[in-house]
DNA sequence: CAGCAGGGGGCGG
DNA sequence: CGCCCCCTGCTGT
């Protein structure tokens, strides 16, 4: 940061990576989707928002699409496709099989996903003009430009005519719920399904638009020829044998994320966090969150407490309390948590309000919990940090809470605390006493 | 049964 | 406000 006129440039270094990094998690925990996407009887909840950032035919349809929740049907596009492309909207990065490139990429134009897709008719003028690229002209808001290496121009050319969404095309039959029942494995799926047909397959009549269960039948469907906005393609990964057995699976790399207070360049380090975001092993994602976050030059502010006022505790690093603050007045405790003040709110001394009464919110930075306590979110923190600051004496278990490791030591003691009031059972653990008691009233 | 997580009450600083 | 303590419910083995 760096001050002229007591004004102060705060930054937050890696914060691309972060978000990034956080979005994915978010889509593993499935927080907060409000978006899911069907296809060959998988179900993918996700988020509108990447969804639409990443594809402005996403975004149409969302924008025709009232509903809270919509299930959109993908009709032609193989799940391992989809994932793949989830992956590449989400991290940015996905790893594909060279002999997958063409379908996947087509699956990619189909959905008109930026970065991926290509612009179907190369200008039907001619390839004469080399930048002749749509985007180049446009104002762009900031979409990504990989490139891709165009190994081959296999799609091009068997597809000329190929792609674009059909206009209108209705979910006259909506097939969606055929597999209802052995699908919600919702599951991070990962597919290894290698079908045959691979290269050539039928994108005729591309993606069924959204349906949804519950709501009173929207008209999502008509999509209209979204404009395409499509952009260079992306960079294939070449020798990529290594993640055969995985192939679509996500993997991310960012940078500039490695938790050790060493960075305080400012500057993104070139430092690959090789995270695997194996989506079948949802793996200690937490962890690498809070490092994320909690990066020593990173912009804690926002995490920062309300108590501040207006100052900022920037270099606090994100302990116990680092939570936000909201008066309930202004945002409730669900929902809204996006919105992530910065300033302090209780310009007032809400000091003596009694524990409990209506006086802040607590808001989890991680998750959607809220508590009016603030001594419960610390503990709630821990959740998520990892942290188990409680050892046990007698052997290597640790616990978030003292009260988890007091009944943990029981199992060292033998003390059985809990006892029945009508025959000589103890028992050490509460619910084993309730379970017990049963049995009396049973007979 | 053990572990974990959340909620609430009480108390002292 | 922070901590201690207790209670409760859920989950996994």
Redesign the pocket.
């Known amino acids: 940061m760096m001050a002229s006129d007591g004004m102060l440039s705060l930054s937050w270094n890696n914060h691309k990576a972060t978000f990034c990094h956080i979005l994915s998690t978010l889509r593993e925990k499935e927080r907060y989707t409000d978006v899911t996407l069907a296809c060959e009887g998988k179900f993918y909840p996700v988020h509108k928002l990447v969804l639409s950032t990443c594809s402005e035919y996403f975004e149409k349809m969302f924008e025709h699409t009232p509903c809270k929740h919509p299930v959109v049907v993908l009709k032609d596009i193989k799940c391992a496709d989809m994932e793949a492309l989830l992956s590449y909207m989400y991290d940015g990065v996905v790893s594909v099989l060279q002999q997958d490139l063409a379908r996947l990429i087509k699956a990619a134009e189909l959905l008109q996903i930026k970065g991926l897709a290509v612009p179907d008719e190369p200008p039907l003028k001619e390839l004469s003009k080399k930048n002749a690229y749509p985007w180049s002209s446009r104002d762009d808001r900031s979409s990504p430009h990989p490139k891709r290496r165009r190994r081959e121009d296999m799609m091009t050319s068997t597809s000329q005519g190929s792609s674009l969404p059909p206009p209108e095309s209705p979910p006259s039959s909506p097939q969606h719920h055929q597999e209802s029942n052995q699908s919600w494995d919702h599951s991070k799926s990962h597919s290894q399904d290698q079908r045959e047909d691979g290269v050539d397959q039928r994108v005729g009549d591309p993606v069924e638009p959204a349906v949804e269960f519950s709501s009173p039948k929207q008209e999502a469907s008509h999509n209209q020829e979204p404009v395409d906005e499509s952009l260079v393609k992306e960079e294939v990964i070449e020798g990529s044998e290594d993640n055969q057995g995985e192939g679509m699976d996500s993997r991310i790399e960012y940078g500039g994320m490695g938790g050790g207070d060493s960075n305080t360049g400012g500057e993104e380090q070139g430092s690959k966090f090789p995270h695997q975001l194996d989506t079948k092993h949802p793996q200690p994602l937490h962890e690498a969150v809070v490092e994320a976050l909690a990066g020593p030059s990173g912009m804690q502010g926002w995490l920062g407490t309300g108590?501040l006022g207006g100052g900022f505790s920037m270099l606090e690093g994100y302990s116990e309390?680092g939570n936000q603050e909201v008066h309930p007045a202004s945002t409730g405790p669900h929902g809204t948590q996006q919105s992530h003040q910065m300033v302090g709110l209780n310009g007032d001394g809400?000091?003596n309000?009694k524990?409990?009464a209506v006086?802040?919110v607590h808001l989890c930075p991680f998750c959607v919990?809220s508590?009016?306590?603030?001594?419960?979110m610390?503990?709630?923190i821990?959740?998520h940090t990892g942290e188990k600051p409680f050892t046990c004496p007698h052997c290597s278990?640790s616990?978030?809470?003292?009260?988890?490791l007091?009944?943990?030591v029981?199992?060292h003691t033998g003390e059985k605390p809990y006892s029945c009031y009508s025959c000589p059972y103890r028992?050490?653990?509460?619910?084993?006493l309730?379970?017990h008691m049963l049995k009396h009233q049973s007979s």
């Open positions: 108590e309390d809400s000091r309000m524990r409990g006086g802040k919990y508590t009016l306590r603030k001594d419960h610390t503990k709630h821990r959740t278990y616990a978030a809470s003292k009260d988890n007091r009944q943990h029981r199992t028992a050490s653990h509460r619910s084993a309730q379970f």
